[in-house]
């Protein structure tokens, strides 16, 4: 399936779960306002939720002359993929990860911590960056984003729905007496449990094809193998304060945690993708 068919279904299913949730609030009119926020929110995360994920996490742009080999790795990879050389982000904190965002290749950015430069030597890094253009390449940076940025709105409304229910909320009009506070608290529960099913499913498989990808585009298969690992190491010991809706964007996983939160991971273990870089390095030079 295309990557625009699946931002397109995305923004349709999340656009149901705002309506369930608006008639459990409000009914008919709880829908009608749902349906307007669905709309200026499928809007909005379009076109400005590279914009929303990168202000979540304090990412500041900079330039060739503030991280000349930041840049350099960059503007090498997109031209090994055939790229634009996408906007260049550093995102403060000492947990080592990376992610790209963005509508399509001519309006990316690639965004990679502190804590991530200091730790990997540069053929490592090379790598986690060639992982990213391949997101860019692939085209999966929009699905990604779309579904951080939806996935988090639904999660708060889902909230709402939840406070709104204790508190004796959800208002509904005379003509649609259906629903109530069970319906309140089902929906403050599904929802969550959906927005996290579908980031699962737009993102799990993309990691192991952008690994593929990305070590063609350094020639380095083992580089980001070794870059997997020491980053999943590590992010147990400095972990990042993320949030779970934007969780699939990044290179690892910045959650920890295991027994059920693992059946609900965006990413496939770290120890399978490095073994199928380890089965790649005979046949890249």
């Not at 399509?104 to 060639?130: C, F, K, W, Y």
């Not at 391949?134 to 708060?156: F, K, Q, S």
């Not at 229910?165 to 959906?194: K, Q, T, W």
Request: proline share 5%.
């Amino acid at each position: 399936m295309g990557n625009t068919l699946k931002t397109g279904l995305l923004l349709a299913v999340l656009t149901v779960l705002f309506l369930l949730i608006g008639n459990a609030m409000g009914g008919r009119s709880g829908m009608a306002m749902a349906f307007g926020l669905a709309v200026l929110m499928n809007f909005g995360a379009y076109w400005f939720s590279d914009k929303i994920v990168l202000r979540m996490y304090g990412a500041r742009e900079v330039t060739e002359a503030e991280a000349p080999q930041l840049h350099g790795v960059v503007r090498r990879l997109s031209l090994a993929a055939g790229l634009p050389m996408p906007k260049v982000y550093i995102i403060p904190t000492d947990s080592p990860n990376a992610f790209a965002t963005g509508r399509n290749p001519q309006h990316a950015a690639v965004a990679a911590t502190e804590g991530i430069l200091r730790m990997l030597s540069p053929d490592e890094l090379e790598g986690v960056l060639a992982h990213e253009m391949a997101h860019v390449r692939n085209r999966d940076i929009l699905v990604g984003t779309v579904a951080a940025t939806l996935a988090g709105a639904v999660m708060m409304l889902a909230r709402f729905a939840q406070f709104a229910a204790i508190f004796g909320g959800g208002g509904r009009d005379r003509d649609d007496d259906r629903g109530g506070a069970f319906g309140l608290l089902f929906m403050a529960i599904v929802a969550p449990i959906g927005a996290m099913l579908i980031q699962m499913a737009v993102s799990r498989s993309r990691e192991y094809l952008a690994d593929e990808t990305g070590a063609r585009f350094c020639g380095k298969p083992m580089s980001l193998a070794r870059a997997l690992e020491k980053i999943s190491g590590i992010s147990r010991e400095v972990p990042m304060d993320a949030a779970p809706a934007t969780a699939h964007l990044f290179i690892v996983s910045p959650l920890t945690g295991g027994g059920l939160l693992s059946l609900f991971s965006t990413h496939p273990p770290v120890e399978k993708r490095v073994e199928r870089l380890r089965a790649m390095t005979a046949g890249v030079r």
